[in-house]
């Protein structure tokens, strides 16, 4: 069951741009999170922000969550060209399980 | 650091072998995940395991079995292989979250790309 769904499917940008992903859910949640895939390799967790938080900094990365619209977004800054890949959000419920979307694919060119 | 391994990053079986991916975590978690990933369907929980010998069907159990005999070690089983069984599995642990405690984040291991000819 694929609960959160990611906006745009894929991403084309320049280096230094902005980079902006959308996630939208359908049901009640206790955390979303972030995550980015470099090509054929595993998922690297990126930020955890709980249905209480608005917002979340790690570095270069933004996270909002808007629980009554029910959707959330990630922000990449300054983008490099080592931010190139899949981003997928998930989100949790109560309990221990994630569910995640069909990701973002992004690509920053230099 | 924290590690999740996996035994292969690539197999090759034929149709009707018995496939075992092995799954190893140094972080001491209660939870361990199988996953499977295929172009354009994101990642699809296969099973859960929370505890030493416990197990949860995820949303496509189908075709697929698991061992938990110790802690930090996740086994996934396809007992007679189909090719529509080719695809990256990933596996994951993570901490328990209790009652009352609001999740944590999942660590991956690097992936096996099965393929089933």
């Known amino acids: 069951s694929q609960q959160g769904e990611e906006d745009p499917q894929a991403l084309s940008i320049q280096e230094g741009e902005n980079a902006t992903m959308n996630c939208s859910y359908k049901?009640?949640?206790?955390?979303l999170q972030w995550y980015r895939q470099n090509s054929g390799r595993g998922l690297v967790h990126l930020i955890l922000?709980?249905?209480?938080?608005r917002e979340k900094h790690s570095g270069r990365l933004r996270v909002t969550l808007d629980t009554s619209k029910k959707s959330s977004s990630l922000l990449i800054t300054a983008s490099r060209a080592a931010d190139t890949a899949s981003y997928f959000c998930?989100?949790?419920?109560?309990?221990?399980?994630?569910?995640f979307g069909a990701g973002t694919i992004l690509r920053v060119k230099s | 650091d924290v590690k999740v391994t996996q035994s292969s990053r690539y197999l090759v079986k034929r149709t009707g072998e018995k496939v075992f991916l092995e799954c190893v975590q140094d972080?001491?978690?209660?939870?361990m995940f199988w996953y499977r990933q295929d172009p354009g369907l994101g990642l699809r929980l296969i099973y859960f395991?929370?505890?030493?010998?416990?197990?949860e069907k995820g949303d496509i159990p189908e075709g697929y079995s698991v061992s938990r005999e110790k802690k930090e070690r996740f086994s996934l089983i396809l007992e007679s292989a189909s090719t529509n069984q080719t695809s990256m599995y990933l596996c994951?642990?993570?901490?328990?979250?209790?009652?009352?405690?609001?999740?944590?984040?999942?660590?991956f291991g690097p992936g096996t790309r099965l393929t089933v000819t």
């Open positions: 049901t009640s949640i206790n955390n």
């Open positions: 994951a642990s993570s901490l328990y979250g209790r009652a009352g405690r609001r999740g944590y984040e999942q660590y």
């Open positions: 972080m001491d978690h209660e939870n």
């Open positions: 395991s929370y505890d030493v010998k416990m197990k």
């Open positions: 998930a989100t949790g419920r109560y309990g221990n399980k994630l569910v």
């Open positions: 922000i709980r249905s209480n938080e």
